[in-house]
C-alpha cells in the first residue's frame, strides 16, 4: 500500500530530520516543510520534495507526519496561523491520517482526534523517544494508538521511521500517557544523575572515574551514561534543552493533578529544572540541570 501512498514529515528539527532521512532512505519520495526554508531545501536536494507551505505539504501527503516541538505548534501546523486556510487541516483530502509526534497533554491529542474524523480525516497518536541519533538510523520507538484504518495506511512509513512501533490503542490518548510516563523516568533520570556526579565533584572525587565506575555497576543508567558524558566533556550543546523536562515533566504533574496522584519525585525534578532555567541554562543541553548545584567544579572542555 505504501507504493500507492505519498509521505510528508512537517519539522525537520534533531529528530524530524532523522526520520525524514530513514523513510528516504526506505525507498518513499518524501514531502518536507520547515519554517527554515533552507533546511527543508538542503533535505530536497539530497532527494526529497520541499514544499513551500503548509498547504502544499497538506495537499500533497496521504500520510503526514507532524514532528512539532509542542501543542501549540501542533494546534498551529493543523489550523494555521489566523489567516484563511493556511493549515492543513484544510487542504488534506479526506482519509488521510496525521501523525502527531510531540509529546502534549493526552486530553490534548483527545480532542484533536475528535476535531480530525470530524473533518473525514484520521489520525494517529504517536509520540517518540530515542533521540536524534536513533531517529537518523531509523532506530527509534514510537508510542502509538489509532484506528486501525490510520494504521492501515501510515504503518509501512511508521515501520521505516521506528525499530519499534508499540500499538498501545485503538483510540487517540494512550501513546500520549505512556510518552508522559516515560518522559517522568527520563526526567527524574537526569536530574538523579546530575545530583549523584555533583556528590562526586564535591566530594574530590575523579568524574571520570565516577563516570566509568557507575557505567559498570548496579547504580548506572541510560541517562546517567548518556547525559554525564556531556558533562565530563563539558559539552552542553542541546540535543534536549532544560526547558523541554521543564514542559515535559509539567505535563506529567498536570495528568497526576487532575486524577490527584501523588508524584513526590517529578514535583523535585521539575522544580530542579526550573531552577536551572531560570538561572539561565533554559536553552542548554538538559545534562546543565547539574550547574543548581552550588560549591562544585565542573569538568572543562578539553
Known amino acids: 500500500m505504501s507504493n500507492t501512498l505519498s509521505i510528508g514529515v512537517i ?3 534533531a529528530m524530524g530530520m532523522g526520520m525524514a532521512q530513514s523513510l528516504r532512505r526506505a525507498g518513499h ?7 527554515r526554508a533552507e533546511v527543508a531545501q538542503k533535505f530536497a536536494a539530497e532527494g526529497g520534495v520541499a514544499c513551500a507551505s503548509l498547504a502544499d505539504i497538506a495537499k500533497a501527503s496521504d500520510v503526514l507526519v507532524s514532528v512539532v516541538v509542542n501543542a501549540a505548534q501542533t494546534e498551529s501546523v493543523l489550523m494555521g496561523d ?21 509529546t502534549v497533554d493526552p486530553a490534548f491529542s483527545v480532542g484533536l482526534e475528535k476535531t ?12 517518540i523517544s530515542g533521540g536524534a541519533a536513533k531517529a537518523a538510523s531509523g532506530q527509534m520507538t514510537m508510542m502509538t494508538a489509532g484506528s486501525p484504518e490510520a494504521y492501515a495506511k501510515a504503518e509501512p512509513f511508521l515501520n521505516a521511521m521506528a525499530a519499534k512501533v508499540y500499538k498501545l490503542g485503538d483510540s487517540a490518548g494512550a501513546g500520549s500517557k505512556v510518552k508522559i510516563i516515560n518522559q517522568l523516568l527520563a526526567g527524574v ?17 575523579d568524574p571520570n572515574a565516577l563516570y566509568e565506575v557507575i557505567t559498570h555497576s548496579a547504580g ?23 526547558d523541554i523536562f521543564v514542559k515535559d515533566l509539567g505535563l506529567v504533574l498536570d ?8 508524584l513526590p519525585l517529578s514535583s523535585t525534578a521539575h522544580q530542579m529544572f526550573m531552577q536551572a532555567s531560570t538561572a539561565g541554562f533554559a536553552k542548554e543541553d538538559d545534562s546543565a540541570v547539574i550547574k543548581i548545584f552550588p560549591g562544585i567544579e565542573l569538568p572543562k572542555a578539553k
Open 29 to 35: 519520495v518524501v514531502n518536507v516543510f520547515d519554517v
Open 82 to 102: 489566523g489567516t484563511a486556510q493556511s493549515g492543513c487541516i484544510h487542504h488534506l483530502k479526506p482519509g488521510s491520517v496525521f501523525v502527531m509526534c510531540s
Open 255 to 262: 495528568m497526576a493533578r487532575a486524577s490527584k496522584f501523588p
Open 189 to 205: 533520570h537526569i536530574a538523579a544523575a546530575a545530583e549523584a556526579m555533583a556528590l562526586g565533584l564535591r566530594e574530590g572525587v
Open 11 to 13: 519539522g525537520l528539527g
Open 116 to 127: 480530525l474524523n470530524a473533518k473525514g480525516l484520521l489520525y494517529i497518536d504517536a509520540p
Open 220 to 242: 548506572n543508567s541510560w541517562m546517567f551514561e548518556n547525559r554525564m558524558a556531556h558533562v565530563l566533556a563539558a559539552d552542553y550543546t542541546p540535543l534536549s534543552a532544560v
